[in-house]
């Protein structure tokens, strides 16, 4: 699976929209970009995945490049409860494989 | 939804005992399953992947015979710490897999917090 680059850390306002980047400049034709975050001391939450269009769902949006070497999450009105380590991955999307999660960004949403 | 539980979600033990972990998917039937091991301040790292009906696939570095694991059906595998040390302490997450098809196959179970004394 390709690597990903996030930011090691972020703030957002609460009720502000927070737009997580990720860099995955070695992906591959077959492999999707997911995020999953994980809140303190709880398993991963599955976010949102995509191929190379933009995706929408009721937790957040995922905008992916053109060339599909980046891509952001937006959670458009983050909460204090979206404080969590957010992970990019990239992956194909078939088979047993499982998750390789990097640092991952912390993303801490400010009163 | 799809629903992984473990159990127990914490466990203290002492030093040279074994600690049994279970994984359940509760509403569907996973064949596979992964686990993961997560210490203060780092990310998950996979330890094995475990398919029900045969053994488990450990990763370089994890020791087999330390961590047993077992698949023996298509909601259940559990995790088997063998004679723990202090340095075996850590974060225990177990994923599950739904057949190929779906979009997020994997699941993950909220974790078992393992100290060992």
């Known amino acids: 699976d390709a690597k990903t680059t996030q930011p090691t850390s972020m703030d957002c306002a609460e009720g502000r929209a927070a737009n997580l980047p990720c860099n995955h400049s070695t992906i591959s034709g077959n492999e999707y970009v997911y995020w999953y975050r994980q809140i303190h001391s709880q398993g991963p939450q599955y976010i949102i995945h995509g191929l190379k269009n933009n995706e929408t769902n009721e937790m957040a949006s995922l905008i992916i490049t053109e060339d599909r070497k980046s891509s952001t999450l937006i959670l458009p009105h983050a909460t204090l409860r979206d404080t969590a380590v957010y992970y990019c991955i990239v992956r194909v999307e078939a088979g047993a494989n499982n998750l390789f999660f990097g640092t991952g960004t912390r993303l801490t949403v400010i009163p | 939804g799809a629903v992984v539980s473990q159990h127990p979600s914490r466990v203290i033990c002492k030093s040279g005992t074994s600690v049994k972990i279970e994984c359940r998917s509760l509403d569907f039937q996973a064949t596979t399953m992964f686990w993961y091991r997560q210490f203060p301040k780092q990310s998950l790292m996979l330890m094995a992947t475990?398919?029900?009906?045969?053994?488990?696939?450990?990763e370089q570095g994890v020791e087999k015979d330390k961590f047993l694991i077992n698949h023996a059906s298509l909601t259940l595998s559990t995790l088997t710490v063998t004679s723990a040390h202090p340095e075996d302490s850590s974060f225990y997450i177990c994923?599950?897999?739904?057949?190929?098809?779906?979009?997020?196959?994997?699941?993950f179970g909220p974790g078992t917090r393992l100290t060992v004394t």
């Open positions: 994923s599950a897999q739904k057949p190929a098809g779906t979009p997020y196959e994997q699941y």
């Open positions: 475990s398919n029900e009906g045969s053994k488990a696939t450990y």
